[in-house]
């Protein structure tokens, strides 16, 4: 059976929702939706030419028009929202409305919860919407919940993401492949763990550590970052000890960004200045933009995972790592890949209904199709097991 395919938001996550559509989702139609409708049409003819197939096309439409976006729906089985998480909770609302099964890119966990309150109603309307896909949170999510599964009892979780450049340049060593907002979100706030078993607020750039990985990485560096876990320590609780997520970067760079969050360049309340009001975080975005724009696609992402408890009366970790790099052959950034692969998987099994019907968490779908879904797609995923 084929299938029509849509994705909210043209830029790089997802141009790689809509390819992956094509190429995995027995797609007979894709539509690309933006508010830009060059962007869409760009992007279009990218999956166009990358597929050798004239499946893709561009609509204008805006995220911030719930009805307009119901409408374009009516003839979509699922969709990924690729745009802010501002619009999540609204897009939810037409997908009920269309009845058309959803998968977003998250990142906000209260907006998410907000999502999951219409689960009765999406359940009525026979759809699956599941917040919060993507790397982190989403692929993590998914195989943290995989390595829990395979312990007969879980003790800790310990969780660490990244999306770095393979050649870092000084003095930032950094370089953003997403919304730069986004990333000051990341960093904003506090973090949900779990610690010594109970729901625990942990503010951004705490637990700060060191990490060792094979070379090229080396040494990176940790620290708390908000919303990476989604909603899994509320699922987890009484059920895992310890549950934590940190974002990994080059040494250096937290110490920087800690002393712009405490400088208050993350905070969005206008400030005065002589006659003029302006808004910290819009200051900060304009300065640190063209510095951290990418000078090359060529990244590295990373997930590591560790999981120790007990399975079979005896004491075991079990850790997987997935290192992956930009991929010459599509001209797509690993972020892109298991960013919008990873909602774009998702969807699919949606509009196959292989999922259950409501406002599902990203840990409700199997983790084990998950990830032999993103091992198809070409993401190599070691897990290496070891006993106490």
């Known amino acids: 059976m084929a299938y029509v395919y849509a994705v909210i938001g043209a830029g790089r996550q997802g141009l790689a929702s809509a390819y992956d559509f094509v190429k995995f989702g027995d797609a007979a139609k894709v539509i690309l939706i933006d508010s830009d409708f060059h962007a869409a049409e760009k992007s279009a003819e990218t999956v166009n030419e990358l597929t050798g197939r004239n499946i893709c096309s561009s609509v204008k439409a805006d995220a911030s028009d719930p009805e307009e976006i119901a409408r374009i729906l009516n003839s979509v089985d699922a969709f990924v929202s690729a745009v802010p998480y501002k619009f999540n909770l609204s897009l939810t609302e037409a997908a009920v409305k269309s009845k058309t099964h959803m998968t977003d890119l998250g990142g906000n966990t209260d907006v998410v919860r907000k999502q999951m309150e219409l689960t009765k109603r999406a359940g009525e309307a026979g759809i699956t919407v599941i917040p919060d896909c993507g790397m ?4 993590n999510i998914s195989i943290i919940k995989y390595l829990f599964d395979e312990l007969d009892e879980a003790e800790e979780i310990k969780s660490y993401g990244a999306g770095l450049p393979q050649n870092p340049v000084p003095p930032w ?14 960093y904003y706030g506090s973090a949900v763990f779990l610690i010594d078993g109970k729901i625990t607020s942990v503010p951004c750039f705490d637990m700060f550590e060191e990490v060792e990985f094979p070379e090229p990485l080396g040494k990176l560096e940790a620290a708390v970052t908000s919303g990476g876990l989604s909603t899994l320590p509320w699922e987890l609780e009484g059920k895992v000890k310890t549950l934590t997520n940190k974002t990994l970067r080059y040494p250096g760079h937290w110490q920087k960004f800690k002393a712009f969050s ?7 309340s206008p400030v005065k200045i ?12 304009t300065l640190l933009a063209p510095k ?7 990244d590295i992402c990373v997930i590591r995972v560790e999981a120790t408890g007990k399975k079979n009366g005896r004491k ?13 052959k599509t001209g797509f950034t690993s972020m892109q890949r298991l960013t919008g692969w990873h909602a774009s998987a998702i969807a699919i099994l949606a509009a196959e209904k292989k999922l259950t019907s409501g406002v599902l968490p990203v840990s409700a779908v199997s983790p084990e199709i998950v990830i032999k879904e993103l091992i198809r797609r070409g993401i190599e995923i070691k897990f290496i097991e070891s006993s106490l």
């Open 292 to 298: 951290i724009k990418p000078k090359s696609n060529k």
């Open 173 to 186: 060593n950094y370089e953003l492949h997403f919304n730069l907002n986004g990333l000051t979100n990341e």
């Open 262 to 268: 405490e400088l208050g360049l993350f905070e969005e």
């Open 274 to 285: 002589n006659d003029c009001e302006i808004s910290p975080r819009e200051f900060y975005h």
């Open 316 to 328: 075991k970790t079990i850790k997987a790592e997935l290192i992956d790099y930009f991929d010459e």
């Open 136 to 139: 982190d949170p989403g692929l």
